[in-house]
């Protein structure tokens, strides 16, 4: 069973920095693109950053390029965001998302989501 | 910015069917497939359609998706309360700025 599990969230100042984490399991993970989706508190969905397969494709929303970095350790099985110089409009619910195809470099279907980490940025 | 405009609304009674659309351009949906998200409240979403029109297993085939040129839409028969929920479309958008992800606005279905 594919579990995604997120951590690192809380309450930060603005301008201050936080670095999420994800733990996968239950597939291969070097296999897999991988994302970062949040959702603000009562709004919709907004993607964030994305990682292929291979490391070798890295992006960013307009929104964060600049302020987030996304990387990911084989050998641990996770991914990370490293989010700096954050905003109020950074608050959200920030998921975790494994990419549909297998050695995809990106794309917009997500076979699986985590649960989210909640970052909130007063 | 490229966007994907759902409805934010849409209802039915139990056993309807029921549609969301979700309008886009030429640089996402004209040119990518389509992806369907359900979202329960207090939940993950949860992939529904893929591909413009395929559903991964144990998604019920009371939902089918399906998409026309710069337009997708998602179709839900036999309404049953449990489908209450958010529904999201995205696609990848080629456009050179911008995100390459985007998300409909969503859209919240009551069932009456």
């Known amino acids: 069973e594919v579990q995604l599990v997120e951590s690192g969230g809380g309450l930060i100042q603005p301008g201050r920095s936080l670095r999420l984490s994800c733990a996968a399991s239950?597939?291969?993970?070097?296999?897999?693109?991988m994302h970062w989706v949040r959702q603000r508190p009562g709004k919709g969905l907004e993607w964030v950053s994305l990682?292929?397969?291979?490391?070798?494709?890295?992006d960013y929303a307009d929104s964060v390029k600049g302020r987030f970095t996304i990387w990911k350790d084989s050998a641990k099985n996770s991914l990370y965001l490293q989010m700096s110089s954050l905003r109020p409009d950074d608050t959200a619910l920030y998921y975790c998302?494994?990419?549909?195809?297998?050695?995809?470099?990106?794309?917009?279907?997500?076979?699986?989501w985590g649960q989210g980490t909640l970052v909130t940025v007063s | 910015q490229p966007v994907l405009t759902q409805p934010p609304s849409a209802s039915g009674t139990p056993g309807q069917t029921v549609s969301v659309s979700c309008s886009g351009g030429?640089?996402?949906?004209?040119?990518?497939?389509v992806n369907w998200y359900q979202q329960r409240p207090g939940a993950a979403p949860k992939l529904l359609i893929y591909?413009?029109?395929q559903r991964p297993s144990g998604v019920p085939d009371r939902f089918s998706g399906s998409k026309s040129g710069t337009s997708a839409s998602l179709a839900i028969s036999g309404l049953q309360s449990e489908d209450e929920a958010d529904y999201y479309c995205?696609?990848?958008?080629?456009?050179?700025?911008?995100?390459?992800?985007?998300f409909g606005g969503g859209t919240k279905l009551t069932v009456l």
């Open positions: 998302v494994k990419g549909c195809t297998l050695g995809g470099s990106g794309g917009s279907c997500y076979s699986n």
């Open positions: 239950g597939f291969t993970f070097d296999d897999y693109a």
């Open positions: 990682i292929s397969w291979n490391s070798a494709y890295i």
């Open positions: 030429s640089s996402n949906i004209g040119s990518n497939t």
């Open positions: 591909s413009n029109d």
């Open positions: 995205a696609a990848w958008d080629d456009t050179l700025n911008g995100p390459h992800v985007i």
